[in-house]
């Protein structure tokens, strides 16, 4: 996301356009400038869109050649897969200063202004014409599309006080301009395309293709410099009664997103996405089992796949089982809350309104995602501790002992009951190697060996009775 306040311009910047001329400053348009600047990354081995995971061979080779080409670009997606946080990266590829005209409702250039009020001042004022820089966050806009959109809040319209001021319907002065125009110059973002009203989608035609707005029955040719990106649905975009037909063809490119096809991409993206409260330990064997959780819930045949499975899914699992591990410890006085596997049935009730099932689902959408939960860690436990001796751990109950645990039990009375485990540390290595240095704290030791105790049972190797807000685990 851009910052909500740019920085000031440096003090050094010219600020009348003969000042600017003086300086050897060269007029680009924002195509040639995305293209320069991305070329230029490239070049140098610099990252270009950043924040991005799982699109480096597959989505960002087509936006790039889509850039390098000057093409405006349409990006089509399910819900969740990183198109809006794609989209913003762009503004990166501007140049951090830019040049525009002091006062200029949409952001002429100083050496090529295209509004009317700009080229009259310019022909008055000349060289004097003064001169004011725009940071590259303030020069990308963006639209949320809904039903309610209008022409006049996208393009513009005819600005009654103006009328009323004894200027003429057909004078340019009288336009109040809508978010496109007032984009020229930068890049400009409508999300959820396909949700625009006919109408408006009509008036993007001549942006698009001849650069000129038509207000209320009145051309103005006004040759705007922006690139324009859009967001879609494939089911919405693809429906012809969603998207008026002729308005995909003014796109330049049009590229497909899809969620992480890797899990370490899914992890990483969790990772950086999730907002965990201060102090709070999720350990990466916990991490592993939502990102495996959100992929076995986005492939299951009981959901509907059009709508998708967002990533937001997996971050708020990672969050609510964050959240359940400082419960835990506000109600037990545990010092360093850690999440652990009885965390994890927590997630399911939140993250229902997240997943549209198939009609054959109905009724038993808490059970899947239980179910699909319960194989998540299963998958996670077989990856990280599959091949660790745990004979110790299940030894503890041959003798017809069992523990019980749940997400109130602390984890120093979770590891009193269950006893010493011969070779814990290694099995926390295995569970959790982004462990600090030095001793594991309780926290960590009672996870790992839930997670140990969950495995075990998942593997038939022991057997859990329900108990409320837990289980006993026993031979």
């Known amino acids: 996301m851009s910052p909500a306040t740019p920085p000031p311009p440096p003090s050094d910047l010219p600020t009348t356009r003969a000042a600017l001329r003086a300086s050897g400053h060269v007029h680009r348009s924002v195509a040639a400038e995305v293209r320069d600047n991305l070329l230029r990354r490239m070049g140098a081995g610099r ?3 950043p924040g991005l995971h799982g699109f480096d061979a597959t989505v960002l080779p087509q936006v790039e050649r889509a850039l390098i080409a000057g093409h405006d670009i349409v990006l089509l997606g399910e819900r969740g897969q990183g ?8 503004a990166g590829l501007l140049d951090e200063w830019s040049p525009a005209v002091a006062g200029c409702p949409v952001n002429d250039h100083p050496f090529a202004p295209v509004c009317p009020g700009c080229r009259a001042r310019a022909e008055r004022e000349g060289d004097a014409l003064p001169v004011v820089w725009r940071h590259r966050e303030d020069r990308y806009g963006e639209k949320l599309a809904t039903p309610d959109t209008g022409v006049g809040e996208l393009i513009g319209d005819v600005d009654p006080a103006r009328l009323a001021e004894g200027r003429s319907l057909g004078d340019p002065e009288t336009i109040h301009y809508g978010l496109v125009p007032r984009a020229n110059r ?7 395309l396909p949700d625009l009203p006919a109408r408006a989608q009509v008036a993007l035609f001549n942006v698009l293709e001849e650069r000129d707005l038509q207000i209320r029955g009145y051309t103005l040719r006004l040759p705007l410099d922006l690139l324009l990106v859009a967001s879609a649905n494939p089911e919405d975009y693809t429906s012809r009664g969603r998207i008026v037909t002729p308005l995909k063809d003014r796109f330049g490119a049009q590229v497909r997103t899809h969620y992480p096809l890797a899990l370490d991409d899914e992890l990483a993206l969790v990772r950086q996405e999730a907002v965990l409260p201060e ?4 350990p990466a064997h916990l991490l592993e089992a939502v990102a495996r959780f959100t992929r076995l819930v986005r492939a299951s045949r009981k959901v509907d796949g059009r709508s998708g499975v967002s990533v937001r899914f997996s971050v708020a699992a990672a969050e609510t089982v964050a959240a359940s591990a400082l419960r835990r410890a506000a109600l037990t006085g545990e010092d360093v809350p850690v999440a652990r596997v009885s965390d994890l049935p927590a997630v399911v009730e939140p993250l229902l309104g997240k997943v549209e099932f198939e009609l054959e689902a109905e009724g038993r959408e808490a059970e899947i995602l239980h179910v699909l939960l319960r194989r998540a860690v299963a998958e996670t436990f077989r990856a990280r501790l599959g091949e660790a001796d745990l004979s110790p751990v299940a030894d503890r ?3 017809g002992g069992s523990v019980e645990t749940g997400d109130l039990v602390a984890a120093a009375e979770l590891l009193r009951r269950v006893g ?6 290694a099995l926390i290595e ?7 240095d030095g001793p594991p704290t309780q926290g960590l030791a009672a996870a790992v060996v839930e997670f140990a105790l969950e495995g075990l049972y998942l593997e038939r190797r022991l057997s859990k009775d329900a108990v409320p807000d837990g289980g006993v685990y026993r031979f």
């Open 430 to 436: 295995s569970a959790a190697p982004e462990a600090e």
């Open 83 to 90: 198109k809006s946080r794609l989209i913003r990266t762009l």
């Open 279 to 282: 102090g709070t330990t999720v």
């Open 397 to 399: 109950f041959a003798g």
């Open 420 to 425: 010493a485990v011969p070779g814990l540390a």
């Open 47 to 49: 990252p270009r869109f």
């Open 186 to 192: 930068g890049v400009f973002c409508v999300n959820e």
